[in-house]
């Protein structure tokens, strides 16, 4: 077995219960950080809300039932043993369950998830996605192996083998676009025109290759990338300081930020930051 990094993350208040063990990936599976394994059960809420982010969403069910809904109102049901995908969102998207979920979820960037499905990462925005439409039979096999699987650390090897199986004879994401989208979600505030001079292509041809690539233009993703910046900085502040979080992370002032929490959150401000459950255990609906 591989020899990984892990993170136990456990909350237990006698209501709500979940146990989240999250592990490196193997070192040569560029691109994807890692595999979390979860159980849950939970009294007191049936319903999540998953925020906007620059990172890609793989997630094989492995206990009931869980049903995503999207923006536009409609909702995708998984099955035990079914897998989803989702590329980047501009709003948030809800995840409802009857208080009992397993399963494991692939931490993966947008670049490596486009290579992993083999799909133009355009159609993935915006979307979840059952693997069954995409990888057809093969998925559900994994499933089952996952779920048959005597331990994490045996779950974790077999995702390695799967990743690496999907990756093999699929091209590496382009370097250009790779150091690009890296330089936007460290710093959201790099002017997109500076970037395509660097790489040396016009502005225009890099935000078609970056779209292409990444589902989004260079401007939505380093949006998103301020937001989630901004959602980090919100993790254990009982009090925040809107103002000076606006200043801090490249709003142009507070209204801006409220305007922006509004269309990505769907909620304003204060009522996200009283949303967070203890632990890891994300955020109420």
Same mark, same amino acid.
């Given at each position: 077995?591989?020899?990984?990094?892990?993170?136990?993350?456990?909350?237990?208040?006698?209501?709500?219960?979940?146990?989240?063990?999250?592990?490196?990936?193997?070192?040569?599976?560029?691109?994807?950080?890692?595999?979390?394994?979860?159980?849950?059960?939970?009294?007191?809420?049936?319903?999540?809300?998953?925020?906007?982010?620059?990172?890609?969403?793989?997630?094989?069910?492995?206990?009931?039932?869980?049903?995503?809904?999207?923006?536009?109102?409609?909702?995708?049901?998984?099955?035990?043993?079914?897998?989803?995908?989702?590329?980047?969102?501009?709003?948030?998207?809800?995840?409802?369950?009857?208080?009992?979920?397993?399963?494991?979820?692939?931490?993966?960037?947008?670049?490596?998830?486009?290579?992993?499905?083999?799909?133009?990462?355009?159609?993935?925005?915006?979307?979840?996605?059952?693997?069954?439409?995409?990888?057809?039979?093969?998925?559900?096999?994994?499933?089952?192996?996952?779920?048959?699987?005597?331990?994490?650390?045996?779950?974790?090897?077999?995702?390695?083998?799967?990743?690496?199986?999907?990756?093999?004879?699929?091209?590496?994401?382009?370097?250009?676009?790779?150091?690009?989208? /890296?330089?936007?979600?460290?710093?959201?505030?790099?002017?997109?025109?500076?970037?395509?001079?660097?790489?040396?292509?016009?502005?225009?041809?890099?935000?078609? /290759?970056?779209?292409?690539?990444?589902?989004?233009?260079?401007?939505?993703?380093? /949006?998103?990338?301020?937001?989630?910046?901004?959602?980090?900085?919100?993790?254990?502040?009982?009090?925040?300081?809107?103002?000076?979080?606006?200043?801090?992370?490249?709003?142009?002032?507070?209204?801006?930020?409220?305007?922006?929490?509004?269309?990505?959150?769907?909620?304003?401000?204060?009522?996200?930051?009283?949303?967070?459950?203890?632990?890891?255990?994300?955020?109420?609906?």
């Amino acid at each position: 077995m591989t020899n990984r990094g892990t993170e136990l993350r456990e909350h237990d208040d006698g209501v709500n219960a979940w146990r989240m063990l999250r592990a490196t990936a193997r070192a040569d599976l560029d691109g994807i950080a890692g595999y979390t394994s979860y159980g849950e059960s939970t009294g007191s809420f049936t319903t999540r809300r998953e925020l906007p982010h620059c990172g890609a969403v793989m997630i094989i069910n492995l206990g009931e039932p869980v049903s995503m809904g999207l923006p536009d109102g409609s909702w995708v049901k998984v099955d035990t043993g079914e897998g989803f995908a989702a590329g980047l969102h501009m709003a948030p998207v809800l995840s409802r369950s009857a208080g009992r979920q397993a399963g494991v979820h692939i931490h993966l960037n947008l670049l490596t998830l486009g290579r992993v499905l083999r799909t133009d990462m355009r159609a993935m925005t915006g979307q979840v996605v059952k693997l069954d439409a995409i990888w057809g039979p093969s998925h559900r096999q994994l499933g089952n192996r996952l779920a048959n699987a005597n331990s994490d650390a045996c779950r974790f090897d077999l995702l390695d083998q799967a990743m690496a199986a999907r990756m093999s004879d699929t091209p590496a994401p382009h370097l250009a676009i790779r150091w690009a989208a /890296r330089r936007l979600h460290s710093n959201p505030r790099t002017p997109i025109a500076a970037l395509a001079t660097e790489i040396g292509w016009s502005r225009q041809y890099f935000s078609e /290759r970056f779209t292409h690539a990444l589902g989004c233009s260079p401007r939505a993703f380093a /949006r998103i990338a301020r937001f989630e910046r901004l959602i980090g900085a919100l993790h254990g502040t009982p009090r925040p300081d809107w103002a000076g979080l606006a200043a801090a992370h490249a709003y142009a002032d507070q209204p801006h930020l409220v305007r922006d929490v509004a269309a990505l959150a769907g909620v304003t401000p204060t009522a996200l930051a009283a949303s967070f459950l203890p632990n890891g255990g994300g955020i109420l609906a």
